[in-house]
């Protein structure tokens, strides 16, 4: 339960108890100001408070931004403040300097005039915390009316504000992604919406909706597996439905504000798990009516991977660029910008989750798995190539310098393990690291992929180029990625090490190679996009020892070299291998997310999609 403070006697006529009630806050009333202090003090530490104004007027959905999102250590609108336990001795410091007429103990200019408690206490809070380095997060409200009038004809006049504006139809317009895709902005959302407020009104919480979701797929890539017409079609319609469940677990969550942690780390890897889960399964039905196309499956996973790491780099790299020297839009891009039709036309182009999840429905249900895996490869490496390019020419023209914290976060992107480490320290030694990262880590994959692509299976060669892989890449990474391209050192090993695997369990003499190297594939992946969002929550990499005991990119790709050489010629040995490393990998990079996810720790942030 959380208390909300009302700082004095309700307006007569005012709705605002019930208002606060119906949020889900125990409402305490002070006889004044200056008795909030006696019923903050009573309220349990580890409880979320509000304190608000009697005076307040405005809508009840105002309120719930303000109070209740649970991602924000503090917020406010006019007249309202909340803050969560964290918050809670910075808002017990302003209240006393307010309530004795002086400053706040805060540092800088903002602490140097008295408060005044009459005059909008809550205000007067959020500024204090604002000033004692607690960041308040400001809901933008628009239309949504939140003030505290001073006198009867502004009270009037609010109300008549209130009145005009019907909340619930902001609500669910708000549940929506503000910059969604076309097929989900025009074909998803004008219904799924209501869904998602009907999945509200019962109780139902998001990550129920996204279990929903991932199960639904998980059917439909059952139906797909089964090789036959009916099951192509019933893949192609349950698709179609897990993601009208995945819209609306989204809006779900921006429209009753429940966000999790737990909610975060089912977001952010049911869409994959669900994605390349459906591969699988068209790659078993196509198998089952004689068309291999395992290599096709694993090809697309790869491309979608890398498409998505570039997106990540580049947000990461350009993540706390301020001010006009940090300006990246090309005025081409603004002025195709200021043309409807052209935003949505490119959006589309990309192939973003809405297009590409109905491109995948619907050939499924009329055509044949290789068909649908084509389609996605060339689709999604158009995609890869347009939005790379746009980056690379605004990543020229960026003048702002890259901060430490970026550099760290591409660090962590490049997940390089021990040997890495090494051949870092020796490259520092013998100079090789005067070379830009970009051109070491292009050097690594020019010397590796050619080997792998052009040797005979198991020769000794690979092995050979993959050791020189370990030291250019270990290079590429032993000083801070601060180049205005090093963005694409990570999208650059990940496409090294996956097109290792590839390509290996193609060329291997055994049928079951490549669904182990799917699976493998799979399973470093996870770990790939378990990364990012940790760095997205503001918490940083995995620990290091994870990255150490799986190896980094360089010691996996190295060590599947090193299994074609020495398994080339024992038959299945190859498969069972990669087998036994992708289930070393999955078991141990999942139990680690799992225990951080699920920690007080993890960060309670949502996650909004796909970035292209």
């Not at 005059?119 to 007067?124: E, G, V, Y």
């Not at 199960?215 to 179609?240: F, P």
Request: net charge neutral.
């Amino acid at each position: 339960m959380s208390t909300a403070i009302l700082t004095g006697p309700p307006v007569p006529g005012s709705s605002l108890d019930a208002d606060l009630r119906s949020l889900g806050f125990h409402v305490e009333v002070a006889s004044g100001p200056h008795g909030t202090s006696g019923l903050l003090a009573a309220v349990p530490a580890g409880q979320r408070v509000a304190v608000v104004d009697p005076r307040f007027v405005g809508h009840v959905h105002a309120l719930r931004l303000a109070l209740t999102d649970p991602r924000f250590p503090a917020a406010a609108a006019p007249g309202a403040l909340t803050a969560q336990p964290e918050a809670r001795p910075a808002l017990v410091r302003a209240l006393a300097a307010a309530e004795a007429g002086a400053p706040a103990v805060v540092a800088g200019p903002a602490a140097t005039a008295p408060y005044d408690v009459v005059d909008n206490l809550p205000d007067t809070l959020a500024t204090a915390l604002d000033a004692d380095g607690v960041a308040v997060h400001r809901p933008a409200l628009g239309t949504l009316v939140a003030a505290v009038p001073e006198d009867a004809e502004a009270r009037h006049q609010a109300r008549a504000g209130v009145a005009a504006v019907d909340d619930e139809a902001v609500r669910l317009r708000n549940a929506v992604k503000a910059h969604d895709g076309f097929f989900t902005t025009f074909f998803i959302s004008p219904y799924s919406r209501y869904i998602a407020r009907w999945c509200a009104r019962r109780g139902l919480t998001p990550n129920q909706v996204t279990t929903a979701s991932l199960l639904t797929a998980l059917i439909a890539a059952g139906c797909a597996a089964t090789g036959e017409r009916t099951g192509y079609i019933a893949a192609g319609v349950l698709l179609l439905v897990s993601f009208v469940l995945d819209c609306t677990d989204g809006q779900l969550a921006r429209y009753a504000l429940k966000y999790s942690t737990m909610g975060a780390w089912l977001d952010a890897t049911f869409d994959r798990a669900k994605e390349y889960a459906f591969y699988a399964g068209l790659a078993l039905g196509a198998a089952r009516d004689g068309d291999d196309v395992w290599a096709l499956a694993l090809g697309a996973m790869v491309l979608m991977i890398c498409r998505h790491v570039v997106d990540f780099s580049f947000n990461e790299a350009n993540a706390e660029s301020t001010g006009a020297a940090a300006k990246t839009s090309l005025s081409v891009s603004s002025r195709l910008d200021s043309v409807g039709w052209t935003v949505w036309a490119r959006r589309m182009i990309i192939l973003p989750i809405g297009e590409r999840w109905a491109m995948i429905a619907v050939l499924t249900a009329v055509t044949t798995p290789r068909i649908v895996f084509w389609a996605l490869i060339v689709g999604c490496a158009f995609g890869a190539c347009y939005t790379t390019a746009g980056r690379v020419l605004r990543s020229l023209t960026r003048k702002a310098q890259r901060t430490d914290r970026a550099a760290r976060a591409l660090a962590d992107l490049a997940d390089s393990g021990p040997l890495a480490e090494l051949a870092g320290r020796l490259a520092r030694r013998t100079g090789l690291t005067a070379m830009p990262p970009l051109v070491l880590a292009f050097i690594a994959a020019g010397v590796l992929l050619p080997a792998v692509l052009g040797r005979p299976f198991g020769d000794g060669g690979t092995v050979v180029a993959a050791v020189l892989y370990v030291m250019f890449a270990g290079a590429a990474v032993a000083r801070p990625l601060k180049g205005a391209l090093d963005w694409l050192v990570p999208p650059l090993f990940r496409a090294a090490e996956y097109t290792t695997v590839l390509v290996l369990a193609a060329k291997a003499d055994s049928a079951q190679a490549l669904p182990a190297a799917f699976g493998l594939v799979a399973a470093v992946a996870y770990h790939h996009y378990d990364t990012v969002y940790r760095i997205r929550g503001g918490t940083g990499a995995p620990p290091a020892w994870l990255v150490r005991t799986v190896g980094g990119h360089e010691g996996r790709t190295l060590v599947v070299a090193v299994l074609a050489a020495l398994l080339a010629n024992r038959g299945n040995d190859f498969t069972s291998a990669l087998t036994a490393l992708a289930v070393a990998v999955g078991l141990v990079v999942l139990v680690e997310s799992i225990r951080f996810w699920v920690s007080s720790g993890a960060p309670a942030v949502h996650d909004e999609g796909e970035t292209a």
